[in-house]
């Protein structure tokens, strides 16, 4: 069946490929349907490897394991890195008479994992036969009998952030062969290993192997799919910088009943400081925060204005009664967002004492948008912080420093990176549009913005070359939290997605 | 050599015993220095029953013990309770020919512990040279010769809050039976068991027990002494009632990038209840919650003034640049307080994932004062919150509440009691403050209010009798926090402030 596409994309698809595009999905829709028991055991082993900052052997191992699998399939492979930085895997095949070169970026390092969170430990890949919320019961994929019911969910940390694009990217990459397609490009594959982290080293690694990594579109293999379900390329991303913050009282926890109102609470102070920096509908309350703002393009109001709506749905799915700001998610995502990610101050419950405890913790990160800065955010910030009476300090303050400064505020900031958003009609964009159009039955969402952060301004700072976000994960799959999971309907659409970036871009 | 007094205390003096009480002090001092390691054996002994709220066993059996050392030293004991409530521990003991009967109030639960936080675990007491945070180190009390060092601190929970009150009254009775000295008064004991779970069922258990418990004068044994460690009287106590409050965001973490800015972020909502609550000063945000509060009396104004600075040295200690409300201390403690003693929302520092939480705890309780009563406040608070747009439930709300109510948040509140000032110039009053006077080389320090909450309220409403608090432990003693502990020192005179409340008090 022809897929149904919209305006956009008929249009795009006149600067598609030569190839007949269903036919290929067809052939690797068979050939996976073959396989599926085959690719769920890789992803399983892939998953099993801990690639969390806080365990670098296992960061280390998952590198391994993927310069391997690449090995294995002929490619030109190498571990780039600089001191302290986990290794980018990196790959290379070339395609005789190919004249266009695409890099396919993924990364394989997860979210910081709670363990006592997870209903089964997070590096303990199960199987189950639907989401957990909804009853999802655990199914051993070594004896199930193929085909696999599509709506089945893989359970494990890096499943949809970012190891199903590995995966998609290797189940592609075998069809293709098996089926005996010729890729139409060059080849390239850059793995990255510190995403999670902020992508502290990537640039200084892309930048010195800024040659062996030329190419001629980048393919970014990150994020999830439309809520609606509907495949999704995205042409920019929000930016990103986190801080962890100290505020701090006395020097040991007081029975509140005795100083209560007289020595300084330090739980109160960073709720005033976050209520300080931020209004209750999201709106960031720095001065200067939103100047260098940039407005959106026509096209991409128009972009926007295609997506399916999909709030009503959300709000029913997350069980809220209200969004933040009002307005669509496309909308909010369109700005520059301050979320708090955690709060530590004394205790609650029944582990409550009365009294004042000695310190308060709270972990932020911001959301940048086109052209915000994050050395301007982080001034901004600092300087909106001296102004409310705060004295910034990076380390744990001395005796002499508590005794002299009212307000003391210990900032530890990441580095991050810039938001970026791209042209969405150049004649790679559209390319690709085609392409993925030709992968799906259902029509493609084209977004100006991914609301998470992707380092695609890093990318575009070095190379220069066209940038489209390809993802693949459910927008379900409780990334960053708890629980993380894949549907294995989007990891079978992502391999047709990526079958079609291997073998039928032209342009 | 003559105690310099106040001249506040000179003229109470007056109205003081006909014994000499400065040979008593003497006396007794005799008696402790030749009974130190018997007194701090007893001690330990004590400390050693884990008798907090989470352990209802610990406290069965704390109360069993101090039942027992009454019954050993000849009072007729009880264990008055009602249905799950911890036993108050009764004693009473006639005194032959005495008209005036005492009644001295304690509690024997501490308040909870997390035991990470304690150098030492809470309920395996050790002593040390001085205070931990100086470089104080283990003493091996059953072999150390006395007189121990009068600065040597013991630590454990309920140390300071309040073991060392019972300590010093049952040393004090051994002393005076040791010296052949006949009490003055008929002595009755009240020793609570949830104290520092609110109180409550003490209203209950006291009223039950109404004609045995009727007394002339109830001398609460709770609270620390002055910061300058001059002994404290004190005439009255601020009140209490805590809540903890949860409030709610998606029912599962969200990736913040794709949804931060429009899915709530419950962290965020809890900073912005708080700073609804309570400005940076201190001071408590909620329509009408001052209007209850009762004006100083000039008597209550002129004893505050004639106390001792502490200021400073508090904030050298604290290692703090300023005061909340930057007036005295005692000016401070005469307004009612909102205490923020927990927040829980998220991870912070290296566990923070780049999530929106699921949800939100804070754990708040207000000190009050007179005339404000507990159901006033807890009505005001759930009023201002709705006018806030909070809808307020006291379950965890389940999908259909969560999808109806923009703004959710759960309270539990605890029972709370009111605050208490009292005469501070009736005839008991004046005999109490003779007695102190007696008992110490330094001036005693005559406070109308602690800041710390004892349920002086409860007392006076059902007894109707004079009321002064009669602390022991040193300021500096960790209460409610880790590595609570008592200064040797404090025992010993609180062994003389006991001795003199037994032996001498007439009026």
Same mark, same amino acid.
């Given at each position: 069946m022809r897929p149904r596409l919209s305006a956009t994309l008929i249009v795009a698809a006149l600067w598609g490929t030569i190839t007949t595009g269903d036919d290929l999905k067809r052939q690797v829709d068979g050939w996976r349907a073959a396989h599926e028991t085959h690719i769920v055991a890789q992803f399983d082993s892939l998953l099993r490897f801990p690639s969390v900052a806080a365990d670098p052997s296992g960061v280390a191992a998952a590198a391994d394991y993927?310069? %391997?699998?690449?090995?294995? $399939?002929?490619?030109?492979?190498?571990?780039?890195?600089?001191?302290?930085?986990?290794?980018?895997? &990196?790959?290379?095949?070339?395609?005789? %008479?190919?004249? $266009?070169?695409?890099?396919?970026?993924? !990364?394989?390092?997860g979210q910081p994992v709670t363990p006592s969170q997870w209903?089964?430990?997070?590096?303990?890949?199960?199987?189950?036969?639907g989401p957990l919320g909804s009853g999802g019961t655990v199914v051993d994929w070594t004896t199930a009998k193929p085909p696999f019911d599509p709506?089945?969910?893989?359970?494990?940390?890096?499943?949809?952030?970012?190891?199903?694009?590995?995966?998609?990217?290797?189940?592609?990459?075998?069809?293709?062969?098996?089926l005996g397609k010729k890729p139409s490009v060059n080849i390239k594959v850059v793995w990255e290993g510190e995403e999670e982290a902020g992508s502290p080293h990537l640039a200084d690694i892309l930048r010195t192997n800024k040659t062996k990594l030329s190419s001629d579109l980048w393919l970014i293999g990150d994020g999830p799919v439309h809520q609606s379900r509907r495949p999704l390329l995205f042409f920019g991303a929000r930016g990103t910088?986190?801080?962890?913050?100290?505020?701090? %009282?006395?020097? =040991?926890?007081? !029975?509140?009943? !005795?100083?209560?109102n007289?020595?300084? =609470?330090?739980?109160?102070?960073?709720? =005033?400081?976050?209520?300080?920096?931020?209004?209750?509908?999201?709106?960031?309350?720095?001065?200067?925060? +939103?100047?260098?703002? $940039?407005?959106?393009?026509?096209?991409?109001?128009?972009?926007?204005?295609?997506?399916?709506?999909?709030?009503?749905?959300?709000?029913?799915?997350?069980?809220?009664?209200?969004?933040?700001?009002? %307005?669509?998610? +496309?909308?909010?995502?369109m700005r520059p967002a301050l979320n708090v990610r955690g709060i530590r101050a004394g205790k609650?419950?029944?582990?409550?004492? =009365?009294?004042?405890?000695?310190?308060?913790?709270?972990?932020?990160? &911001?959301?940048?948008?086109?052209?915000? +800065?994050?050395?301007?955010?982080?001034a901004q910030v600092e300087s909106f912080l001296r102004s409310k009476g705060w004295t910034i300090v990076t380390d744990t303050p001395d005796s002499a420093t508590r005794r002299a400064h009212e307000k003391i505020i210990k900032i530890d900031w990441e580095k991050g990176y810039a938001a970026f958003r791209s042209?969405?009609?150049?004649?790679a964009a559209r390319a690709v549009i085609a392409a993925a159009g030709h992968a799906s039955d259902r029509p493609v969402a084209v977004v100006p913005m991914l609301g998470g952060s992707v380092p695609l301004y890093v990318f575009d700072d070095i190379f220069h070359a066209p940038l489209v976000g390809l993802p693949v994960a459910n927008h379900d799959d409780n990334q960053h939290a708890a629980n993380e999971n894949v549907r294995l309907q989007n990891l079978w659409e992502g391999i047709d997605a990526y079958a079609a970036m291997m073998g039928e871009l032209n342009w």
């Open positions: 993927l310069e %391997g699998q690449l090995k294995a $399939r002929g490619f030109d492979v190498a571990l780039l890195t600089v001191p302290n930085a986990p290794p980018v895997v &990196f790959g290379s095949l070339a395609t005789p %008479g190919a004249t $266009r070169t695409v890099v396919f970026y993924a !990364h394989y390092d209903t089964t430990p997070p590096f303990e890949p199960v199987l189950r036969t709506e089945w969910r893989l359970y494990g940390r890096s499943t949809g952030d970012d190891k199903i694009s590995e995966i998609a990217f290797l189940a592609a990459f075998d069809a293709l062969k098996s910088i986190g801080l962890d913050a100290t505020v701090y %009282g006395p020097i =040991n926890a007081l !029975h509140d009943g !005795h100083y209560g007289w020595v300084p =609470n330090p739980a109160a102070m960073v709720a =005033n400081l976050i209520a300080d920096l931020r209004a209750p509908d999201g709106r960031v309350l720095i001065p200067g925060f +939103m100047d260098a703002v $940039r407005p959106e393009t026509k096209a991409e109001r128009d972009a926007i204005a295609a997506l399916p709506p999909v709030e009503d749905e959300l709000k029913q799915e997350f069980q809220i009664a209200r969004s933040e700001t009002g %307005g669509s998610l +496309m909308d909010a995502v609650v419950g029944g582990e409550a004492a =009365n009294a004042i405890p000695i310190d308060a913790e709270v972990s932020i990160d &911001f959301r940048l948008v086109p052209d915000q +800065m994050p050395d301007t955010v982080r042209d969405m009609s150049s004649p």
